[in-house]
């Protein structure tokens, strides 16, 4: 069974679900079964990416049609982009990094936000912004749980929700770390599903998906 989710105004978007879908959405009638298939799986946190001119209306239509859904916006990458994503619905955004306009709209928007980093340096600097929640992205391919491990001694106040190339197989590591609220994937969204309309199967690795948050209570760090 699911934990609550928190309100649409909660300030942490990392508290949202252990596990956050990343979805493409190339078609926006897909995106009102694809949600509630999710949601169905214990996955109801969804992140739909800003790569397709479908992600607005798809965002729109969950928003309207998926009440049970926190549905938020990926791949935000500028300050018009933050305030088109809250006026269509999102309840959250991600961006893969950050620069100084768009993390003041970022935190203009009164939803929660997660800037994206990959370096110490990065990091550091949006601490010195106030900012303690991030993307780490693209996960893997900048060093992992290994790396996430090495940044938690020096500097243990920042969070993040690593993203990119992380699996069923991976993703129990990265959530038993201390410095770890969440993951992003979209292992659970296969393309061939997708494109048959086959949500039962979605939503059934959507289960499974999220009875991978069960590490965070066993390890007793995460709520």
Aim: charged share 15%; aromatic share 4%.
């Amino acid at each position: 069974m699911t934990s609550p989710l928190p309100s649409p105004s909660a300030a942490s978007a990392l508290d949202l679900a252990p596990v956050v879908p990343v979805v493409v959405v190339s078609a926006a009638a897909d995106a009102v079964p694809l949600a509630r298939a999710l949601v169905a799986g214990g996955l109801p946190a969804i992140e739909v990416t800003l790569r397709t001119p479908a992600a607005l209306d798809a965002i729109r239509a969950i928003a309207d049609e998926v009440p049970s859904a926190v549905v938020g916006a990926g791949t935000v990458l500028t300050p018009e982009q933050v305030g088109a994503c809250t006026a269509a619905g999102a309840r959250f955004l991600v961006s893969p990094g950050w620069t100084q306009g768009l993390l003041a709209a970022m935190r203009g928007s009164g939803v929660p936000f997660l800037p994206g980093v990959s370096t110490a340096s990065e990091v550091v600097a949006l601490l010195e912004r106030g900012v303690r929640e991030m993307k780490f992205f693209p996960a893997q391919a900048a060093g992992g749980t290994a790396y996430l491990r090495s940044l938690a001694g020096p500097l243990p106040q920042a969070r993040f929700c690593p993203t990119g190339g992380i699996g069923p197989a991976t993703a129990p590591e990265y959530l038993s770390l201390p410095n770890v609220g969440c993951v992003g994937g979209s292992w659970m969204i296969p393309a061939d599903a997708v494109a048959a309309g086959d949500w039962p199967r979605i939503e059934e690795l959507a289960r499974s998906a999220a009875r991978l948050g069960g590490v965070r209570d066993a390890g007793g760090t995460c709520r």
